[in-house]
């Protein structure tokens, strides 16, 4: 055999590995190219775009299907909702909703929090209490028990301290009934009726010297003259019942009077009448005036300011701070029976409303053909590189093969 004649031995490997590599790699390259439709006058070059750029909406509805047919299925999402809501979980998430909306609270510059707070506490206090008001105080033991208490705690128990009785004794004498008002009270009192209605009396039942002086001097001339006296010389009685105020220490007896004065030092009967009549009082008050009472106060009163300092203290409040944590896991436990009973109906609502497929499609098609290529070579690149080589080694098989047949011939 001659050398010449060697190489149609050759070729035929060396040819068929070539063309093996490169037509597969050709083939991998027309999946992803041309990325977009090349055209020749008014025709379409056939194969472009490649077969995945064309193909890029059933590849997305295919994918889509397959995600939500295999992987993304109800149960599926079930389990995955479990895993994710667990009870560790919601409550850690909890607790950091908690803490950001106190965080969101402290620095509220626009007091956007303290308006909120102010017209919520409003409602409250000026319209819902007068409306449940009205309707406990139908009751027929409405405050009955919170009153007795009241008066069997407090007022039974009340007593004047000695500065308390001297303060309200200097204001009886000094503003509700200073010498002045006396004189008036006793010009008032005097009249001739009353002048004459003493007179008869003091002298039809009095006795001994009493009726002797009575019946022949009688008291009646001397009222008179002391009714005038107090009309004409109104400076001069003034100073007469002021002298006779501290002559008598009415001031020092009312201040013992007014010291000593108890609820406990009178009858048990009165006592038990006092409270009933007391609470009676009180009842009727709140069923006929107390809604209109408390409606007024609450338009009456600065809520904001209210509402500022209660936010205040609620900041700066370590129990407020320490309860978080015990608020995050009552709503936690609360959330987790909930979801332990709904969790599949509320997958099953949540699916349509996510429309995870229409997502899937909406991201595929999103893709362009490059980033799409780069992904999935990224994904099987080590596999469509194999492929190209195997290209190559059948190639040279074949050529072998060929080569072979020569031989034979």
Known sequence: MELANLWIFFVPPIAGSVIGY????????????????????????????????????????KVSDTIMGSLLTPTELQKLAQRLLQIERVESGILWLL?????????????????????????LFSQSLPRLLKVLSRKEDFLEAQLNQIFDQILLDFQLTEAQARQLADWILGLIIPPDVM???????????????????????????????????????SLIRLRSFCIDEPEITNTRLKELI????????????????????LPVATVRQLRKTTREAVIDYVQNRGSDFIQNLGDSLEWENFAAILLKRLRSSEVVNSSLQVVSQELALILDRYLERDLEKLVAEMIPILSIDQVIIDRVMATSPQDLELAIQGIVKSELQAIV????????????????????R
């Open 246 to 265: 501290f002559s008598l220490e009415v001031r020092n007896r009312l201040r013992d009077w007014l010291q000593n004065l108890s609820l406990q030092n």
């Open 22 to 61: 490169f037509t597969n790699d050709i083939a991998i390259k027309m999946l992803f190219r041309p990325y977009k439709p090349i055209y020749i006058g008014k025709r379409k070059l056939p194969f472009t775009p490649g077969l995945i750029p064309s193909n890029q909406e059933r590849l997305a509805k």
């Open 389 to 408: 080589n195997l290209g190559g080694i059948l190639g040279f098989i074949v050529g072998l093969m060929q080569t072979g047949t020569l031989l034979f």
């Open 99 to 123: 803490q950001l909306g106190l965080e969101q609270i402290q620095s509220d510059k626009e007091q956007k929090t303290v308006k909120v707070v102010a017209h919520i506490l409003q409602d």
């Open 183 to 221: 004189r008036r009270i006793l010009i008032n009192f005097l009249t001739d009726r009353n002048i004459q209605i003493i007179d008869e009396g003091f002298r039809e039942k009095t006795s001994g010297t009493y009726w002797v002086v009575a019946n022949l001097f009688g008291v009646r001339n």
